[in-house]
């Protein structure tokens, strides 16, 4: 941001909510002063090992889930990554509005959910968050704009002895919009593979986007990814490949959601981000990669270049 005292609406919107759920400001007036005196400190969440969606804020009180690479789970230098626990239920911070109700949903959270979930895994230890997203890829998720499958699996792994009320609380009405947008973490699991990149192998998505797209669209991105995953249902290929992107001038699909840019109604609906060509070229030459010619005996492979 050009100037971190005075962020776009939906994010402000998302820092007064925050504040008010905190105690640090009585008022919007108040803590719309806060941020405007330079007395909140903003920074990216990525950097600091964090992801979070939409215009979704992390104060130092928000709880985190930690998610952990499961094959270095016993080494001090295994990869670990947080997020915030969303609210249940209704708008959360991420859709960058000043709901009525926000403050309750969020009091609810750190009181009933958080605590529950606490138990929950101190009881039964880590959730297997992989088992979950390939059960969702079975059911026809694309693990971004629909993750209704990988949700049923995850209430029916919490659905353990003394532990009904926490999945009955999670599970809710699944809703029909992406979570996650260009102020956010979307293009994270697109480049991955997933999203935008899953579309031809889920129904509900490529119904809402297909007849956007130009025929055949959805199914030509599967040649931008870049190496089969043995751990994958029928080893779904991973990674975009940043020099088939620029052979083929064909950039990745990133599925996304649009908020309202006043910051007051919120989720607008679900739209279609195509990110530049310049940013793959970059890409390959921050890697020591310059992109080459279509046609280049010389050009890397797909499994060279993720």
């Known amino acids: 941001m050009r100037d971190a005292r005075q962020p776009p609406a939906v994010l402000r919107s998302s820092i007064v909510m925050t504040c008010l759920h905190e105690g640090r400001a009585s008022t919007e007036a108040d803590a719309e002063a806060l941020l405007r005196d330079g007395v909140l400190q903003l920074q990216p969440a990525q950097p600091l090992g964090c992801v979070t969606p939409l215009a979704a804020m992390v104060a130092p009180g928000t709880p985190l889930a930690q998610v952990v690479d499961g094959a270095a789970n016993a080494q001090p230098s295994g990869l670990s990554l947080y997020a915030p626990v969303s609210t249940v239920r209704g708008p959360d911070t991420r859709m960058g509005m000043r709901d009525a109700g926000l403050l309750t949903r969020l009091q609810q959270r750190d009181d ?7 138990q929950h895994l101190a009881r039964h230890g880590p959730i297997d968050l992989w088992a979950l997203g390939c059960a969702g890829l079975a059911a026809g998720d694309d693990l971004h704009s629909r993750t209704t499958g990988a949700n049923a699996a995850l209430v029916q792994a919490l659905r353990a002895p003394g532990d009904a009320q926490l999945a009955d609380d999670i599970a809710g009405k699944p809703a029909d919009v992406v979570r996650a947008g260009a102020i ?7 480049m991955l593979g997933l999203g935008g990149q899953r579309m031809a192998r889920a129904p509900e998505p490529l119904s809402v986007f297909g007849p956007l797209l130009p025929a055949g669209a959805a199914e030509a991105v599967l040649a931008l990814l870049a190496r089969p995953h043995p751990g994958l249902p029928q080893t779904w290929p991973v990674g975009i490949d940043a020099a088939q992107v620029l052979a083929q001038a ?3 699909l990133v599925v996304l959601a649009m908020l309202a840019q006043d910051g007051l109604q919120g989720l607008l609906g679900r739209g279609i981000y195509q990110p530049p060509l310049g940013l793959f070229a970059q890409a390959l030459q921050a890697g020591g990669r310059w992109p080459l010619r279509q046609g280049s005996e010389n050009a890397p492979t797909p499994q060279e270049t993720p």
Do not use: C, M, Y
């Open 112 to 118: 009933d959910l958080v605590p529950d979930l606490q």
């Open 184 to 190: 956010g973490d979307s293009a994270v699991i697109d």
């Open 250 to 252: 064909r950039p990745p």
